[in-house]
Every structure is written in C-alpha cells, then in structure tokens.
C-alpha cells in the first residue's frame, strides 16, 4: 500500500506600495466569473461535454472492482491485525499478564503435538512434494508445519472470542458486483442472506474439486445460503465443455439439473455426446425429448451468454465465485468461503456458521 506523502510550502513575499499624492484610485482589475462546479458524479469535463463517473465504470469494466477488492483486502488484512492486538493487549491486561503470556496460556499450552503417525500419513500422501529430502527431514518439516498450522488456527480461534466478547463490527465496506442470477439453476432459499454464484466448467479438474467444499458449505449454513451456477466453459481448452453445458441446461429443462451437475463432474473423461445421452438414461430422464434437444443445440446461446457476462464481470478462469458479490477465485479451501460468507452473516446480525476443523 502506498502512502501519499504531503510537503508544506511556506512562501513569503513582502511588497511595498508606491503612493502618488493627488493621483486617482487605480481602478479594480477586472476579476472573472468563476465557471460553475461540475456537478457531482462528473470526474472529467471534455470539450464541454461532462463525462461521469457512471461512464468511467462502464468504460473500466471490472478491472476498477478487482483494484478495489485488492485494496480492500490489504486494508481489511491491516484492520484486522489491529483489532487482534487491541484484544489481545486488553484480555492480557485484564488477566495482569504480559501478551507473551496470555498467548502461551491461551494457544501455546491448547495446541495438540503432531503425532508420528500424523506426520507420517502426511509424508505417504503428499511425498513427491519433498523432493531430495530425506523421510527424516520432511517428516521433521511436516511436524514444524502442521505445528503451525495448528497454533495459527488456535490463535484465531481465541481471538475470534474476543471479538465476540469485545462485539467488534467491522464497518469497512467490501467492493462488490451485482451479478446476475435470473433462470439460472439454483439450490436454496431464494431469501437467502448469502448468494453463492459459482462460474463453471463442467470439464475443468479445479472445479470438479470444488464440489466437496461447496456441499460442506451448503451443509454448514442450511437455510443460510443460496448456491447458484452459471456456465463459463473454457472452450479453447475444453472441448466437451460447452456441450456438456447444454446436457445440464436440457437436463434442467426436465427438473434434473443437480443430479446431471453431478453426473458429469463425477465423470469428467466421459463428456461425449453419446456418454451424455447415456448419462441422461441413467437418471431416468425421458430420452427422446433429452437426445433432441441435446442435438438441436438450442441451449448454447446459455452458456455463450453466461461467458460474456463473465467476462464483463472480470472472470477469466474456473472456478469463479461471488459471495453477496464479492470475488473468490479458484478451488479455494472450506476456510476461504466460510471467512466470507460469516462475515456477510455477521453484517446482516445472523449467526456464523461452525468452522472447520485443521487436518494434517
């Protein structure tokens, strides 16, 4: 982040008149009218012509939002370490402890040991990642770094009940887009406090991974939360994509759009046309109806029009997510989406959902 830096010019300048005895007054300078302000949503008058800052959007397109949303997230990372040690210094000097103290007592002193067998499993999952490491070393640098891990998420538990008990609102405002949603398939109550609007691939293997932590999240914040999809398929790197998009929406057309959503991520290498239409046997769909709309291909104008939005949305790759519309990008983590959507529960006075807990 920068920081303007301002200089203070001190000038002085001494002028002594000359004073004629007998001579008349020296008319007044003539002074100009001053022009009219602009109004308010101008930012830039060009030959005349006033050009506001609603055009300035429309020109910028998203890449004024994903400056924001960065600089929002530096900021709310700084408001955030703040208020941790604001908590922190006041609980430590409620208890008449130091923070070092408060902190051992508190994280230090609750965070379990890594396990031998912890460590090991860890290894034998994960093994290429270590290189020319020997079994010794990267078990010792997965015991330090699952530790971490450990007291990382500890603290930030303490501290999340310190804010709680200090009731700590946080009214710095999150930039955001309003994304459309209308027709598209979704699950969850339409009044919903959150909206999900997940962008995807149907032959993407990063979306296909983020199934999981989309089903947690839909089972943690029942009630809570609405997921929406819309198509984004990479066409120029997936060449089934589009048309396994258009079996989904022909799904959907006979109510069964969750299930071929499922279907065809659980079977990524089977998005032929013939593997769609047996897909579509297997969930009982009426096959004749499914077979000819499949072939007609009279929903691709759906996901064309999806891509361009997406794209004036600021989205360039899969999958992408906006929450209340706020950007995640990527197969992010459970942790990642549930940072979000509490803090969008906590601006709307609704209880967060349960946080999840750290695995080796």
Not at 6 to 20: N, R
Not at 41 to 47: C, H, K, N, Q, R
């Amino acid at each position: 982040m920068t920081r303007s830096m301002c200089a203070l010019v001190l000038v002085a300048a001494w002028a002594v008149p000359s004073v004629v005895v007998g001579a008349a007054p020296p008319a007044p300078s003539p002074t100009a009218s001053p022009a009219p302000a602009p109004p308010g949503d101008v930012v830039a008058v060009i030959a005349g012509e006033p050009f506001t800052a609603r055009q300035l959007e429309e020109v910028a397109g998203a890449r004024l939002f994903q400056l924001r949303s960065q600089h929002y997230q530096a900021q709310r990372q700084i408001l955030d370490d703040a208020i941790a040690t604001r908590l922190l210094d006041r609980e430590a000097a409620e208890r008449k402890v130091t923070v070092d103290e408060l902190v051992k007592q508190e994280v230090t002193a609750k965070v379990a040991p890594v396990t031998e067998a912890e460590q090991k499993a860890f290894y034998e999952e994960n093994k290429p990642r270590f290189g020319p490491l020997t079994e010794a070393e990267a078990l010792k640098r997965i015991e330090t770094g699952l530790g971490q891990q450990r007291a990382a998420q500890r603290r930030a538990e303490f501290v999340e009940t310190l804010r709680a008990k200090a009731g700590v609102r946080v009214l710095l405002d999150p930039p955001r887009l309003a994304v459309g949603v209308a027709g598209d398939p979704s699950r969850g109550p339409a009044d919903a406090p959150v909206t999900i609007v997940e962008f995807s691939d149907f032959q993407c293997p990063y979306c296909s991974r983020a199934i999981d932590t989309i089903k947690k999240i839909e089972q943690n914040y029942a009630g809570k939360v609405r997921l929406v999809y819309r198509d984004y398929p990479l066409v120029s790197i997936h060449p089934n994509a589009a048309r396994a998009a258009e079996a989904a929406a022909c799904a959907n057309d006979q109510g069964k759009f969750w299930p071929m959503h499922d279907l065809l991520f659980a079977h990524q290498d089977k998005l032929e046309a013939a593997d769609l239409k047996k897909n579509a046997a297997d969930l009982g769909l009426d096959t004749a109806a499914f077979d000819q709309c499949l072939d007609s291909g009279r929903h691709a104008e759906g996901w064309r029009k999806d891509t361009e939005e997406a794209e004036r949305y600021g989205v360039s790759s899969t999958p992408a997510f906006f929450i209340n519309g706020r950007l995640l990008v990527g197969a992010q983590p459970y942790e990642a989406f549930a940072q979000v959507i509490d803090d969008e529960l906590a601006r709307a006075g609704i209880a967060a959902g349960p946080k999840a807990a750290v695995t080796p």
